[in-house]
Structure formats: structure tokens, C-alpha cells
């Protein structure tokens, strides 16, 4: 199956600073990408779709200024999790959509972000 | 996107098939039947989907009912490794939007 990557696994950081996740797709090209957060012992919760080459489409609730997500190319999309807040410790996931004929989205390995 | 229903929770022996059911009673005719499965603190893997026909992978099986109403997801020989939150998803083929996922079932595999 195709391969969707995201980097890092884990990461801590302290308050107030900002944290890049990077989630790539290895073997094909992927035009719109999903991130989602995950709460314990929850579902995953949409946050936004990200298209290359444009703006990302949030979800209600979901600040657009504080969850900054950059589709640059086919195979790239990152989340920038800004002014991070303890509240913003969660399980981040990525997934892509190929482009062409395949119905089927793939998910990255997840970030757990602690924010200290 | 119809909504779909999945017990919370199931157990199976090892070795043994898990039989994975998951209702879809609105579904509608140009929507598909996507299973994923989450292995703990991972990212969701794509397991099967399908429209009308069983299908079966090197993962799984998917039989869906003539009136596409349900459909149960068959992992013949479960292992321990199998122990994951299966979670059933309808949505049509060509949307592009996100994938919505419900609350699935937990399945633990016992030894």
C-alpha cells in the first residue's frame, strides 16, 4: 500500500513555542491531505483539509491562527502548532488522498505532542 | 456520508476469525465500505473496502449484504497483533473529503 510518513513520532516542547509536523506521502502525489487530532480513548476529530497550492479549509472551532498548515507540494504538508498550550498536548494525524484512481486515503504514524 | 454502527466491543481467541459487523442501513448507492483499523497510539491503517461484491486481501475479508444494508469484516486468523480499534466507514468513492470516523469497535485479541 502507499506510504504516508510523519515526522516526529513524538515531540515535547514548553509553552509558548512552536512545533513543526511534517507529514509526507513516500510513493505518490497526494493533492489534498487531512490532519486530525485524537483525544484519549476518542475518535479521530477532523481539524482541517489541506490542497496543495492553496489555503487550508479549518473546521469550526479550529483556529486557523494557531494550527498553521502549509500544503507547498504534492507530497508535502505541515502543521505548525503555534503559542503551544498545554491544552494543545494531543495524538496529531495526517493523512492523503492519491491523486488518480484510488478511493483510499492513508494515514501517517501520528505525533504525540506533550507540551509542557 | 451515511452513518454507520459497530458494536463498542468484541473479543476473539487467537487463532480463531473475527468477525467484525457493522451496520450501514442508509447508505446509498453510489457509497463505498471502508474498514480501517488503529493499533494503539498509531495511525489508522486501510484494511478492505467495497460496493456490493465481497472482496477479500492478503488482511481481510469484506462481505457485504445483498441489500448493502451491513456488512461484516473477516480477519480469518486473528493473532495477538490483530488487537485494534476497527472502525467501518461509508463514503462515496469519488468525494475527495475527509474520512468521518464513529467510535468503532475495540477488538482484543485474546491468547
Known amino acids: 500500500g502507499a506510504v504516508v510518513s510523519q515526522h516526529p513520532s513524538r515531540v515535547i516542547c514548553k509553552s509558548g513555542t512552536s512545533v513543526k509536523i511534517e507529514c509526507r506521502s513516500l510513493?505518490?502525489?497526494?493533492?489534498?491531505m487531512f490532519w486530525y487530532r485524537q483525544f484519549p480513548k476518542k475518535s479521530l476529530m477532523l481539524m482541517a483539509t489541506s490542497n496543495e497550492g492553496s489555503k487550508a479549509t479549518y473546521e469550526q472551532g479550529v483556529e486557523k491562527d494557531k494550527f498553521l498548515i502549509n500544503h507547498a507540494s504534492l507530497t508535502l504538508s505541515t502543521l505548525t502548532v503555534t503559542s503551544a498550550h498545554p491544552e494543545d498536548s494531543s495524538f496529531y494525524i495526517c493523512?492523503?488522498?492519491?491523486?488518480?484512481?484510488?478511493?483510499?486515503?492513508?494515514f501517517g504514524q501520528g505525533t504525540r505532542l506533550t507540551v509542557v | 456520508d451515511a452513518k454507520t454502527t459497530q458494536p463498542p466491543s468484541m473479543d476473539c481467541a487467537e487463532g480463531r476469525a473475527a468477525n467484525l459487523p457493522c451496520n450501514h442501513s442508509?447508505?446509498?448507492?453510489?457509497?463505498?465500505v471502508y474498514w480501517y483499523r488503529q493499533i494503539h497510539s498509531q495511525g489508522p491503517q486501510y484494511i478492505i473496502h467495497g460496493l456490493k461484491n465481497n472482496e477479500t486481501n492478503e488482511m481481510a475479508s469484506l462481505i457485504i449484504t445483498e441489500d448493502r444494508k451491513s456488512s461484516t469484516l473477516i480477519l480469518p486468523h486473528a493473532t495477538l497483533r490483530d488487537t485494534a480499534v476497527y472502525y467501518c466507514i461509508v463514503r462515496s468513492s469519488g468525494s475527495a473529503r475527509q474520512l468521518t470516523f464513529g467510535s468503532g469497535t475495540q477488538l482484543t485479541v485474546l491468547p
Open positions: 442508509t447508505i446509498s448507492g453510489n457509497e463505498y
Open positions: 493523512s492523503a488522498k492519491p491523486r488518480g484512481g484510488r478511493t483510499e486515503a492513508f
Open positions: 510513493d505518490f502525489q497526494a493533492t489534498t
